[in-house]
């Protein structure tokens, strides 16, 4: 399949459906081995699934814990570090929602066979950059870049 990013092509294979063959033991991928190949893209997938459900976990202990929290503390210390401490596992659940959208983005675009190329050059971004940050859509030079142009806008 020849996929395109802003007018930059390159070959990929598209992504089978409902590969869920077990990785081989200990895998990892590597810069040797054929970008993207179904072995990587299996890796990829079971990662961000693996992030999706730990996020998922730690968001119902979060509701639960919330449920079970009282407001009604007598003690007005105590009810202003438990209302601090609602208010941070809030924000920390928004900012793991909207990345929770973006590992859902990232496993459509290995069943679409665009996952691991970067959405601005269409060139692989790299095996470390994507171990490192599973839904990343850039690479480096093209992160860095954008960050460049933002604090050029900023500084304005």
């Known amino acids: 399949m020849k996929g395109k990013a802003n007018g930059h092509r390159h070959s990929r294979t598209r992504a089978p ?33 693996f992030w999706r459900n730990e996020i998922l976990r730690e968001a119902g202990v979060t509701m639960q814990s919330l449920q079970t929290e009282s407001l009604h503390e007598p003690d007005l210390t105590d009810r202003a570090s438990l209302e601090t401490d609602i ?56 992160q860095e870049r954008h960050e460049r142009l933002e604090k050029t806008m900023r500084d304005d």
């Open 17 to 49: 459906r409902d590969s869920a063959k077990p990785l081989p033991p200990n895998y990892r991928p590597t810069q040797g081995e054929p970008f993207m190949n179904p072995v990587m893209r299996q890796y990829f997938k079971q990662k961000l699934q």
């Open 87 to 142: 208010s941070l596992a809030l924000r920390t659940r928004d900012r793991e929602r909207k990345l929770l959208s973006k590992i859902d983005a990232a496993l459509r675009r290995i069943e679409d066979g665009t996952y691991g190329y970067c959405e601005e050059t269409g060139e692989p971004i790299a095996i470390r950059r994507l171990e490192a940050r599973p839904i990343a859509t850039l690479s480096v030079e093209a």
